[in-house]
């Protein structure tokens, strides 16, 4: 259960915004966009879980008398008698009603992606108090999006060089970026959003909140792998003592196992360890083999390794004329990110070998290294009642045209072969659907809906 004082989710100067109104303002529509930025697209996730792990439980007095003292104590007014309005009137649940687009609907830039209304004449400002929380929404967006797109990226590899690229795309890209973000909710919110397009992860906390918050029994899947104090805790000279523990732990048939092999010399470890020493044993155990190289410069390193385990192991020439090695495969995760991808296959695949061979694992670059501004997005009010009468609300810069703001009350329908925003509510065939209003949530998802709603 969230602890959040929903009333103190917000910024400061918010706190200031129900006096500055005009006065008789009685309704207030926002709207939520991408404008742009690296992806000309974003893959709409998040949502559910913000709904769910917030606006689903009420403001009580408690909130109101600690949002009061704090809002004193820091040099901001406090709308007391609005917020003991909302508990009293409403129980605590705030008067509004958030549309948004289906989770996983791939949507281009400039595009309306949810609305939120106020319900309530008296708290009309609610509608704008909710931005800081429901601008978040952009992190497992963007997670997702970026997610997406390495997935189209990777899927194209694998329909040069693989016999079945649907059969292993959605275990090429493992999430390893828990221990990269700044909290254990973040790995939560944007490992759930990997999952959206993958099936392969090492984030914990982000299979547990798909499966909660999305009503999924088991996200995500992992295997057994080494790490380095693993390997490295048999000394050097215990190294091929290491591996061999690790085939006789997990090697067998049918199974998929995972080995650090760089903790000293990786290209030594390929040849005389697993290709001489151990080899045997490899093969024996009907086992499929995992090396992970950690360190190097990516693309190199891993072609390199595909050679040597080629001399190794061996390699089967697949449909499409591409080699596919026997018994072992590859994962790169160590200065993973989407352009250390797109080198890797190009290189590989220029080398002869099908991309099936490999697997990524990604970190940092994945639910961390992005922000805001990667996809652009923005909150902002376009529509008011003021005296009875309706307002169109917007901005327009001079000095920034790409931050201009819509207008009116908008809608988002398929049109003519493409998504556009349109004006008025409801419009047929709109493609956002209400999903709380009120305290109430009215739609959820679940992770197979939302992963049918992206698939490529």
Aim: proline share 4%.
């Amino acid at each position: 259960m969230s602890s959040v004082n929903l009333i103190l989710d917000t910024d400061s100067y918010k706190m200031s915004h129900w006096l500055q109104y005009p006065p008789g303002t009685t309704k207030m529509f926002s709207y939520l966009e991408s404008r742009g930025g690296k992806y000309s697209y974003t893959e709409f996730f998040g949502l559910q879980y913000i709904l769910k792990e917030y606006l689903s439980k009420p403001v009580t007095n408690d909130m109101v008398i600690e949002a009061k003292t704090f809002a004193e104590a820091h040099g901001e007014p406090f709308n007391e008698s609005g917020w003991r309005y909302i508990v009293e009137k409403h129980k605590g649940y705030l008067p509004v009603r958030i549309r948004a687009v289906p989770e996983g609907l791939l949507i281009p830039t400039g595009n309306i992606l949810m609305s939120v209304e106020s319900t309530d004449p008296e708290v009309f400002w609610v509608a704008s108090w909710l931005e800081t929380m429901l601008l978040r929404v952009w992190y497992p967006t963007t997670v997702a999006t970026q997610s997406h797109a390495i997935k189209k990226l990777i899927y194209n590899y694998l329909q040069k060089t693989s016999d079945d690229p649907n059969a292993e795309i959605n275990f090429k890209l493992h999430d390893f970026g828990s221990r990269g973000v700044s909290s254990q909710e973040s790995a939560g919110i944007g490992g759930a959003a990997h999952l959206v397009n993958f099936m392969g992860s090492d984030t914990v906390a982000g299979v547990v909140f798909a499966n909660k918050y999305y009503n999924h029994k088991m996200a995500a899947f992992s295997i057994p792998a080494a790490e380095h104090s693993t390997i490295t805790m048999w000394g050097r000279e215990g190294e091929a003592d290491a591996y061999r523990n690790m085939l006789k732990a997990y090697g067998k048939p049918g199974a998929l196992l995972a080995c650090v092999s760089d903790s000293y010399d990786l290209y030594n470890a390929i040849d005389n360890i697993w290709g001489k020493e151990l080899r045997e044993e490899v093969i024996r155990s009907g086992a499929l083999l995992v090396v992970r190289p950690d360190s190097g410069h990516p693309a190199t390193v891993v072609l390199e390794s595909l050679k040597k385990l080629e001399a190794a192991f061996g390699v089967t020439y697949n449909t499409k004329t591409f080699k596919v090695l026997n018994h072992v495969r590859v994962i790169q995760g160590d200065g993973i990110n989407e352009e250390s991808i797109r080198e890797i296959l190009e290189v590989i695949t220029r080398a002869g070998y099908s991309a099936t061979n490999v697997a990524f694992g990604m970190g940092g670059a994945l639910l961390q290294q992005i922000n805001r501004d990667t996809q652009k997005f923005a909150f902002k009010c376009s529509y008011a009642v003021v005296n009875g009468k309706p307002v169109d609300v917007y901005k327009e810069p001079a000095t920034d045209p790409g931050k201009n703001s819509k207008k009116g009350l908008l809608d988002l329908v398929y049109l003519n072969g493409k998504y556009q925003t349109v004006s008025g509510l409801d419009n047929f065939g709109s493609l956002l659907k209400i999903v709380y209003e009120d305290g109430k949530i009215l739609k959820e998802y679940t992770l197979d809906e939302v992963r049918r709603n992206s698939s490529l």
